[in-house]
């Protein structure tokens, strides 16, 4: 959820954090969720996206997937 949070903080929409990371719609609402641990490379996929650190978002993914 706190990525999601994030992503809301930055005005993007799930598709257009997809689009930005090269993932999928379905793939992004996956990893908010806590349904599925992104890899490292996914993450820093993500964090480029949003413009924030690697280190923070993956350690923030890792205790999302980690809790459900």
């Known amino acids: ?3 999601a ?3 809301i903080r930055q005005g993007l929409s799930r ?3 997809s689009q930005k990371a090269g ?3 379905y793939a992004v609402a996956r990893i908010e969720k806590g349904i599925n641990s992104p890899s490292p490379k996914t993450a820093k996929a993500i964090s480029d996206a949003l413009g924030c650190n690697f280190e923070e978002i993956f350690i923030l993914l890792e205790e999302a997937s980690n809790a459900s």
Do not use: G, Q
């Open 23 to 25: 993932l999928s719609k």
């Open 15 to 17: 598709h257009a954090l």
């Open 1 to 3: 959820k706190e990525l």
């Open 5 to 7: 949070s994030i992503r």
